[in-house]
């Protein structure tokens, strides 16, 4: 219980705060361009956001410690307001990797937005002190024009006191860049309450020909798994590879729907 009121603390001192950028101890999107870190490939000038940090603090009982043991975050609920929320992940932008970081000034060289694309109906981000708020598809935020790089959002859903939320819930993002300097990002989602399906990687409610398509573009790629959040759940088995077994997971769970 201390470890959820002192997350609970960290969300609200965090909230748009500037005076927590350099030591926020919350989870964090972060932006950045190159994702291979290699330059003269395809990806150069393509948007993409590092998900090393993304679910680490998933675990309710230790929610202070990096643990990375749920596909999903919880969220707390509020008596006060009558709704379930949280305050992280947060977008911020890549300043330690040069290889990866963005050229020039925002809103000036580039002006990044952060758009919902998909999200379960109930669900809501807002900054009420930035006046965001993202609950439909199309609902957009400029990024680049905020007076800090570092933003939270608040994750809310209402629910009447007692009720208790076992299926997962789920917004997906892009990054696109209005001045055209950079490519618009891959789509990339945020799960909270429950896991997904295994091999529902777009994280809809169901495992169809999105995900195996989805799984394909990602074949046999390989590496730790943290940073690309498991290639987006692609890598289903959390072994470092999307490969065999990860199909053979995906099959298993073959035209399977939650009852949302």
């Given at each position: ?12 001192c965090c909230f ?238 073959w035209l399977m729907?939650?009852?949302?």
């Amino acid at each position: 219980m201390i470890q959820i009121r002192l997350a609970l603390i960290g969300c609200m001192c965090c909230f748009g705060c500037s005076l927590c950028i350099g030591d926020c101890p919350l989870d964090h999107y972060r932006i950045g361009c190159n994702a291979d870190g290699i330059a003269g490939t395809p990806d150069d000038d393509q948007l993409f956001v590092d998900c090393s940090q993304i679910y680490r603090h998933s675990d309710p009982l230790h929610s202070s410690d990096p643990t990375w043991l749920f596909w999903h975050y919880p969220m707390y609920y509020s008596s006060l307001y009558s709704r379930y929320q949280i305050g992280e992940p947060g977008f911020d932008v890549i300043t330690d990797d040069a290889a990866r970081q963005l050229v020039g000034a925002a809103n000036s060289d580039y002006c990044l937005w952060i758009e919902c694309v998909r999200v379960r109906t109930g669900l809501t981000a807002r900054n009420t002190g930035y006046g965001i708020t993202l609950q439909q598809p199309g609902d957009r935020f400029c990024h680049s024009t905020m007076p800090e790089s570092h933003i939270h959002l608040q994750y809310r859903l209402s629910a009447p006191a007692g009720q208790t939320i076992s299926t997962p819930y789920w917004i997906t993002y892009r990054i696109i860049d209005s001045l055209g300097r950079y490519e618009a990002s891959e789509e990339f989602t945020l799960v909270f309450f429950a896991d997904p399906l295994p091999g529902d990687v777009l994280v809809d409610g169901t495992v169809d020909g999105n995900d195996l398509m989805r799984l394909a573009d990602s074949w046999l790629a390989a590496g730790s798994g943290y940073e690309n959040d498991f290639y987006q759940r692609t890598d289903i088995n959390r072994d470092g590879i999307v490969n065999l077994s990860d199909l053979a997971e995906l099959g298993r769970y073959w035209l399977m729907s939650l009852n949302l």
